[in-house]
């Protein structure tokens, strides 16, 4: 090896060094939060057909709390809070716990966020899943 050679060896390992160095002690980024996306909070209204060919609608309300993404479903059932919300990018995904009847049912929702609309599926255990149209807005404004 010519002396040449084993300058630039033990340049690169200095700054190999270095960099890694300089990484390793860098202060970590903190994780951003899961936030919204801007203007997802406030109320939605929801609408479907059920396959009985029957029209429904509900509102969505999503809220921040300080970090934390909450919200409900409200309908002529009542309210119901969401379950594991998660907003990434232009997908959403959320859950609501019905309790009627005897028993209890989940329903996951998740699909896309456009602007001042959503396309969701709704699915209901082993069924099939519904489309949900989403429009800004509670159900009943102009």
């Known amino acids: 090896m010519t002396a040449k050679t084993r300058y630039f060896a ?3 390992l200095l ?3 270095t960099v890694s160095a300089a990484i390793a002690s ?3 980024r903190p994780e951003r939060a899961q936030a ?3 203007g997802v909070a406030g109320p939605w209204t929801m609408s479907y057909t059920t396959r009985e060919g029957v029209k429904m609608t509900s509102t969505l309300t999503i809220t921040m709390e300080g ?7 409200s309908s002529a059932r009542g309210s119901v809070p969401l379950n594991e919300i998660s907003v990434k990018g ?7 716990v019905r309790v009627g009847f005897g028993d209890s049912i989940r329903i996951e ?3 896309r966020i456009k602007g001042d609309t959503m396309t969701l599926k709704m699915k209901n255990g082993a069924k099939e899943p519904l489309d949900v ?3 800004r807005g509670a159900a009943g404004s102009p």
């Not at 970090?67 to 479903?73: A, Q």
């Not at 232009?90 to 609501?96: L, R």
């Open 36 to 38: 919204a996306p801007a």
């Open 90 to 96: 232009d997908q959403i995904a959320f859950a609501i």
């Open 109 to 111: 929702y998740t699909g």
């Open 15 to 17: 700054l190999a060094g």
């Open 133 to 135: 149209s989403v429009k």
């Open 26 to 28: 860098a202060p970590a």
């Open 67 to 73: 970090e934390k993404m909450t919200g409900t479903v």
């Open 10 to 12: 033990a340049l690169a």
